[in-house]
């Protein structure tokens, strides 16, 4: 099976702009989540859906918001760009969204916000 | 909400030896504990997990060990090879909740 994609791989942006960034998961999976990763952070948990509900959301502000489609491909929005939001941003997906399933992550895309 | 520990943050070892990287957690009801390792400019990859009904599992040269009374679990990485080299993470699933919460990594240099 093919792994989990991301698009854009790079993106860079200028502060105020809005980006939205797209997942496709593992085929047949249906739980996709999404983290920012930073040096100074590590890995930061944003929000996960399954079967185009959020069932669960990190500790971000408003400006991050996501969603999923039917076929479990996945988006996520980030509106008012700040410089702080430059970021690896990473998805993940698992099979049937139960609570101990591995994750498999994306390549991620990578956001410089200037 | 869940607060992971993980120490060191750079280990620099010898080809040959031992490698060990540990991890604390706070919500006792956690059950599942993955260990992630990321190479230079790759995607974190699942290397082994451990339920909180086990204490111990073994994969070749990887073990992952788990005090659930004290809330903690470890890494153990032997004869270690320069290919080990990478940032490894731990992370923990929340009690309640589908929301993984990583450690902030430890960057592992094996020396030839």
């Known amino acids: 099976k093919a792994g989990v994609t991301q698009t854009p791989r790079y993106l860079i942006k200028t502060r105020g702009q809005q980006v939205t960034l797209s997942c496709s998961p593992i085929s047949g999976h249906r739980s996709v989540s999404w983290y920012q990763q930073t040096p100074g952070q590590g890995l930061q948990f944003l929000f996960e859906?399954?079967?185009?509900?959020?069932?669960n959301k990190g500790n971000f502000p408003g400006r991050f918001s996501g969603r999923q489609f039917s076929n479990s491909r996945s988006e996520m929005n980030v509106s008012t760009l700040e410089l702080g939001d430059s970021a690896l941003y990473l998805c993940a997906s698992s099979e049937s969204g139960t609570r101990e399933e591995t994750q498999y992550f994306g390549p991620g895309t990578r956001l410089l916000v200037l | 909400g869940e607060n992971v520990e993980q120490h060191p943050s750079t280990l620099s070892v010898q080809e040959g030896d031992s490698a060990v990287i540990k991890c604390t957690y706070s919500d006792s009801a956690s059950n599942y504990f993955p260990w992630y390792k990321q190479e230079l400019g790759k995607r974190p990859q699942l290397i082994i997990d451990?339920?909180?009904?086990?204490g111990e599992k073994k994969d070749q040269r990887i073990a992952v060990t788990l005090n659930k009374t004290a809330k903690h679990f470890s890494l153990h990485i032997t004869e270690t090879q320069p290919e080990d080299s990478a940032v490894y993470f731990c992370a923990v699933l929340g009690g309640s909740n589908y929301k993984l919460t990583f450690g902030k990594g430890t960057l592992l240099t094996v020396n030839p």
């Open positions: 859906y399954f079967s185009e509900t959020q069932r």
């Open positions: 451990i339920r909180s009904n086990v």
